[in-house]
């Protein structure tokens, strides 16, 4: 497996019932796992698509639209991410589809919640097993597995907060990634995305894997965020 089960494993939660969301963002930080949580079809598709998670749990009944059209929409798109799709008691019709269309595992309702993280955690090491541990980028060489950086021959130790940010950019290399999609990676959902935090941190890790280096891997877009790669 590519790193620990409770090493930053990261889940979308994908249902508009407050008070479902609410128990399940509950119940999986007291397993230190970090959930996101998004309440629409467009909520989810926005968030799945600029970030990178674990496993998402998508409801099937959805403002805007639903969550089968969200995860062909996905699988159409590219993303691999697992899906573990929540229905109801006796819509065997809807687990099918639910197959059909992409997701890797249903969940009827009402359902346990040993019963979901089991399922959760075998979808999580399922995804990280297929996942490469290791990448370089120039002379970067980053190992996700065990949390090792290098550059030019030389180690590099990142803090936590670093490590997730350079974890995000090396997963999204070539692309723009905004304020948001950062912050909702390396933070929680409380995050002021307005304070100047994001920058100190962005500064801190380019003086530790950039300066003295060529070429240069972190790219600031000036009102757009940030790109990485060469």
């Not at 467009?42 to 674990?54: I, K, L, N, Q, T």
């Amino acid at each position: 497996m590519r790193r620990g089960w409770l090493d930053r494993v990261r889940v979308l939660i994908v249902e508009d019932d407050p008070e479902l969301a609410g128990l399940l963002r509950d119940g999986l930080r007291a397993q230190r796992i970090d959930p996101t949580l998004a309440a629409t079809v467009a909520e989810g598709r926005d968030r799945a698509a600029v970030s990178s998670y674990d496993v998402i749990i998508l409801d099937v009944r959805l403002p805007g639209g639903n969550g089968f059209e969200l995860c062909g929409e996905l699988r159409r798109r590219g993303v691999t991410t697992p899906v573990l799709m929540l229905t109801a008691l006796d819509a065997v019709d809807d687990r099918v589809r639910g197959l059909e269309v992409g997701a890797d595992d249903y969940l009827t309702k009402p359902f346990a919640f040993r019963e979901l993280l089991a399922r959760l955690k075998a979808l999580a090491r399922r995804r990280a097993a297929l996942l490469p541990a290791r990448y370089r980028i120039a002379d970067l060489e980053v190992d996700l597995g065990a949390r090792q950086v290098q550059r030019g021959g030389r180690a590099i130790t990142l803090s936590a907060k670093e490590f997730a940010l350079l974890e995000l950019f090396v997963l999204h290399q070539g692309r723009v990634l905004d304020r948001s999609t950062i912050t909702a990676h390396v933070w929680d959902d409380n995050h002021d995305p307005f304070a100047n935090v994001l920058e100190v941190l962005v500064r801190r890790l380019r003086r530790k894997i950039d300066d003295g280096f060529e070429p240069k891997l972190i790219t600031t877009l000036r009102g757009a965020g940030y790109r990485f790669g060469t």
